[in-house]
């Protein structure tokens, strides 16, 4: 990359906020909160942060604003007394004050980009649910919060049945914290859920993954390998 393309596209990264796209906080920011109370919980959340994220920024903005029309006026006045050291350090301060104005103003707009994809899906959560009446007391109410933790654990159990083959230390300890007919109701889920899960997997490895010799029915239960050509082998231990 030449060095003009470079600085081009250094300036485009310096001078654009990045900002989480609405794909991002829909699915891994609100979505993973399972139940609808707890995904406008979430949305409140988050827009709370983002409000208050820019009532801050706004008022360092005025800041920095004013200390920089102060260190203007302390350059003239060096200036008038011909300190040349004093006007080249304040010089640095005056660069110093643009690029904090700079970066302020980009976090302002990188929380107003955000807000928008909240306030969004908080509008189309207000067509199906009485935002009011879910503020006025129901945003925590036991019973619902009762379904989605046994929603939650149940998930996460399945996670671990998926990738450790037994449920782990630290969620089976939140488990037994819950009353026997909770537990029982994570149990079920998480097999329900663990088996339909597998199954899914299973069938993707009958459909793309080509048999190797008889050894069809190891298929499932034994890891592959990638050889460079791209063609999958099975552990030549398991065919003898």
Sequence with gaps: MNKEKLDKLLEIIVNNPVP??????RNYVVNPQ????RKI???FLELKSRMSGKESAELNLKREKVKKEITIENIEKAKSLNDDLSVELLNVDLEEHDISIRNIKQN??????ESQVFLDMLDEADTEYNLKELMAGKMHDDE???EY???R???QATLDLLSLGSISVGNMDSIINMDKDDQQKVFNKATKEYFELKSGLEDAERKYLPPVKEARKYLLNQPTMLLQDGNYNLDKDILE
């Design 144 to 146: 619902i919060e009762k």
């Design 41 to 43: 919980r979430q949305l």
């Design 108 to 113: 302002i707009e990188h929380c107003n980009q």
């Design 149 to 151: 933790w046994i929603e």
């Design 20 to 25: 989480m796209s609405g794909f991002q906080i």
């Design 153 to 155: 654990m149940a998930r």
């Design 34 to 37: 399972i139940s609808p109370v």
